[in-house]
């Protein structure tokens, strides 16, 4: 997602000047501190990129006075580095601030601009530092700006450490207004505004829990950045900013929602008091991590598909810094049933998307029931390839499931996450697994442990003979006989066939109908089969694979969707 903010208005407080002599006493020191702050900030504007063309004829979304414009949300663009005489100022300060606050350590807003500007200039250690410099360190101002550079330094782990600490010893109004989530819902939850700050705690857990980018990463990188967006807010409260404007209420809606810009620019413009507008660009592309309220009060309907990275009106946005793209990853998930437990086999491939095939990545499948329950994890794949398939064994306890490959050489990643309503299996009904697509079809197995390395990383294929796996339980403890259907039925494209299916007047003609019998044998859990099933005639689109069991006047049925492509996947 791409966001441009252009401001109608600019004025600049002109800044004070340094005084030539040493300062006498802790206001002095304060005061010069400021004016170092302020000068920066000049400068910096006075180099600000000159854009060219007129501000847009309209606006996505107005915040306040601002005008945000969506443009390509899915294009990778660099911000460009500060120039020279900004980074030689940068610097400047940084050594100013470092001096004022070996001189006065208790000065809060001393320490935070100099952690902020070490952070802003990418040298995290050093702002980790600066904070641990803070006094009292017990504070819980000092423990914030600890998490701020944490966060910067990407040890999100330790930043979500350091902002427990901070929020358990802030004032209740500061933390209430931390955690406060009515910026970042897309719809109003009933009861929500009227609940008092503890009771919002419980919702507040399970937004974060879904909200985290990716398991596999150490540390909840999106509940930092929340909370890091609220240092900021502080940080400019009382400081300039490349906006040369004051910090108002829509410029604080602005940062927690969106971050604090990755870059300025400013443009012509008649009416204002220099000549010059200013406007800002956030880090591309960002995607709206924040859950849907929905799944927040009902994480059980998160089903797959229904959560889109990039909404339509997105309530807030965020860039991880381990990624330039995280996208919904290419996968297939499938359930086998083992006598009190589940076997998830899911299979990805983040190859599709400019990582090569045998390149390392990490990759990881969770299994998560809240933010305050056990979380199962397969095990781990630090060294997987981009694509491949993890398996994880778990209680038929319904969870999150996320399945996730991050490549961090190439900075791309992807994920699936959707709610499993895992239950367990009735005793005496019949029952069948999900059907497992195969790589190949001249290789059937008949356990699944002899199909798993067979298991394609995606549902999508090109027109050709294909292996099916499935299994048959609850078929009872003798020779049991069964019948077998399978038909392949392209889905409808057309409003008028949509329209016919959904009356129940006919629909697609199968382009695939099998049925057999077969017999299960007693001596084993469960029954294996496969067969290879020829898709080479097939035009491109998208199928669905129906297999029924009947046997003994019970009958079972599971379904697949395939998508048929031009040229497929290997």
Known sequence: MRLGLVLATIGLTQPGSLQAQEPKDSVEIHRAAQAAQVRFERRRRDYLPIR??????????????FCFTYGDRDSIEVPPADSAPVTRARDQLVTELANASRALPGDHWI??????????????????????????????????????????GGAYAAAESAYDRALAAMPRDERCRWTDLTMLLDEPVEGYQR?????????????????????IVPGNDRLTEHYSRWVMNRLQADAVSPWGYGWTPDLRQILIRFGWPAGWARSRQSGVDDGWAVSASFQEPERAYEPRARFVTHPETIAPGTWTLIPDRPTGGFVPEYVLRLDTLPSQVALFRRDEAFVVVAGYDLSQDSVAPDVAIHAGLSLSGG?????????ERAKARARGVLTLETPPVPGLLSLEALAP???????????????????????????????RGDS???????????????????????????????????????????????ESVGFFRRAARALGLGGERPQVRLAWDDVYRPGTATSGASLALD????????????LAITAAGDSAVTQRQITITDGGTP
Do not use: K
């Not at 060219?52 to 006075?65: F, S």
């Not at 609940?195 to 398991?215: I, N």
């Not at 933010?371 to 095990?379: E, L, N, T």
């Not at 190439?410 to 195969?438: K, N």
């Open 52 to 65: 060219d063309g007129a501000p847009p004829d309209a606006c996505d979304e107005v915040i306040g006075r």
């Open 111 to 152: 320490a935070g601009q100099r952690v902020r500007y070490l952070a802003e200039d990418r040298r995290g250690a050093e702002a980790a530092t600066a904070a641990l410099a803070c006094r009292p360190a017990a504070d819980w101002w000092c423990l914030a700006l600890l998490g701020y550079a944490y966060h910067a």
């Open 195 to 215: 609940a008092t700050c503890g009771a919002q705690d419980s919702m507040a857990r399970r937004f974060w829990w879904l909200a985290d980018p990716l398991v």
């Open 371 to 379: 933010p305050d329950g056990p979380v199962r994890v397969a095990p």
């Open 409 to 439: 050489d190439a900075r791309r990643a992807g994920r699936q996450r959707y709610w499993l309503p895992l239950a367990p299996l009735t005793a005496g009904r019949l029952a069948v697994s999900d059907l497992l697509l195969l790589t």
């Open 444 to 490: 059937l197995p008949r356990t699944l442990e002899t199909a798993i390395p067979l298991a394609r990383p995606t549902t999508a294929l090109s027109p050709q003979v294909a292996g099916l796996y499935w299994e048959v339980y609850g078929l009872g403890p003798g020779t049991t006989p069964f019948s077998v259907g399978l038909t392949v039925v392209r």
């Open 535 to 546: 898709l080479s005639g097939a035009n491109p689109g998208r199928y669905t694979i129906r």
